[in-house]
């Protein structure tokens, strides 16, 4: 039988691409910081990971460290996970949340742009889960989630194209063959798949427009906020959902279900 470890009162809880002020891991990050993890923050831009850390420590009375990291590049991640081990305590949640889209029709899509989106989206993730995973192996405790895509259940129909749905597809394997590997070690490995989302991820802020036609289809007749995002990607990352692995959560108002 697995044996995990208790949850403990201090823990670090790994944001990647956390740093925008309008997207999905700044609210996320938010939500941990609240709920009494310490928080790091890893983007590709240093200054605004050191401000969104700042800012959300402050307001919330907790660690909070702001780091930049290319998720791409494996010595980038390792030098940033191993200043977060240094200076905060044991890292016990992952949320992969760094991601590009890509709006570019398929026929027209290079090789270069194909490799940008899948480096980022999809072996970011890896690189930044297994180095990682050394210390949630050790500890025998971990949560990890990662941010796919209704475009990756729907085969696009989206703001962005093939690339972009196919690097999230990868996220949903990932995620299965990942957690089946580090169960005994008492990893859970999660994904969400959100639908629409107000955020900037899209070409810029969404207008009231462009809401509303998005929200066609949807039967909650809205998109998806991203704080509603952030306390479920919250709650997968709690002492609570330790018998939850494996699986994919969809928050998309009803525009798929699965």
């Known amino acids: 039988m697995t044996e995990t470890s208790t949850f403990p009162a201090e823990r670090t809880v790994v944001l990647t691409g956390a740093a925008s002020a309008r997207g999905i891991g700044r609210a996320t990050a938010d939500r941990l910081a609240r709920d009494g993890w310490s928080i790091a923050i890893l983007d590709i831009n240093a200054e605004d990971a050191k401000a969104a850390a700042a800012e959300i420590g402050s307001n919330r009375a907790v ?3 702001g780091v930049g990291a290319d998720v ?3 010595a980038s991640v ?13 890292i016990v949640g992952l949320a992969n949340l760094a991601g590009i889209s890509s709006p570019t029709p398929f026929m027209e899509t290079s090789v270069a742009e194909w490799d940008k989106v899948f480096a980022i989206n999809m072996r970011g993730t890896f690189i930044v889960s297994q180095r990682v995973l050394k210390g949630m192996i050790e500890r025998r405790l971990g949560r ?3 941010v ?14 093939v690339a972009y749905s196919a690097s999230k597809a990868g996220i949903l394997g990932f995620t299965r063959a990942l957690a089946r590997e580090v169960g005994e070690f008492g990893v859970t490995v999660n994904a969400v798949a959100p ?14 427009e462009r809401k509303a036609a998005m929200s066609e289809g949807i039967m909650m007749g809205r998109v998806g906020t991203r704080d509603e995002v952030a306390a479920l990607m919250a709650f997968l990352l709690s002492e609570d959902a330790g018998y939850i692995t494996a699986a994919t959560y969809d928050i998309n108002g009803g525009l798929q279900v699965s």
């Open 195 to 208: 639908g629409p989302i107000d955020t900037d991820i899209m070409g810029g802020t969404l207008t009231e």
């Open 72 to 74: 791409s590049d494996e």
């Open 144 to 146: 990890i989630v990662s």
């Open 78 to 90: 390792d030098r940033a996970i191993s200043e977060i081990e240094a200076s905060l305590p044991p």
């Open 148 to 161: 796919s895509s209704i475009s990756a259940q729907r085969g696009g129909g989206t703001f962005s194209k």
């Open 63 to 65: 660690k909070a460290l």
